[in-house]
């Protein structure tokens, strides 16, 4: 069965920002932004998570942004954990299938 992943602090690196289900990491001038198996409704944070809910939401938004990208620019720069940063890519079987690197937003 497929490890349930609801907190990210197996990585050892600093949380830039937490989400109900994302949470995100500054790596350099982009992000990498994680999906968890967490559970949210109502603003809350249930305590237990749903195995692979986290890929699955990975995977949606991947596929998204790839049907989309001929239409309007996105942020995505790839989900391939073979191209995160070293300290990222030791915990690439947790990564993998739920984490993105991503440009960050231009200030407004």
């Known amino acids: 069965m497929e490890k349930t992943v609801t907190d990210t602090r197996f990585l050892g690196m600093p949380l830039y920002r937490q989400g109900k289900v994302r949470d995100i990491y500054e790596i350099g001038e982009n992000l990498l932004v ?12 249930m305590g237990q998570g749903i195995p692979g809910k986290g890929v699955i939401l990975n995977s949606l938004a991947a596929f998204w942004f790839a049907r989309t990208q001929d239409i309007i620019d996105n942020h995505l720069i790839t989900t391939d954990v073979g191209e995160l940063p070293a300290e990222f890519r030791k915990h690439s079987a ?12 231009e200030p407004l």
């Open 94 to 105: 947790l990564l993998e299938g739920r984490s993105m690197l991503v440009r960050r937003a």
């Open 34 to 45: 994680i999906s968890t198996d967490r559970i949210s409704a109502f603003d809350v944070v």
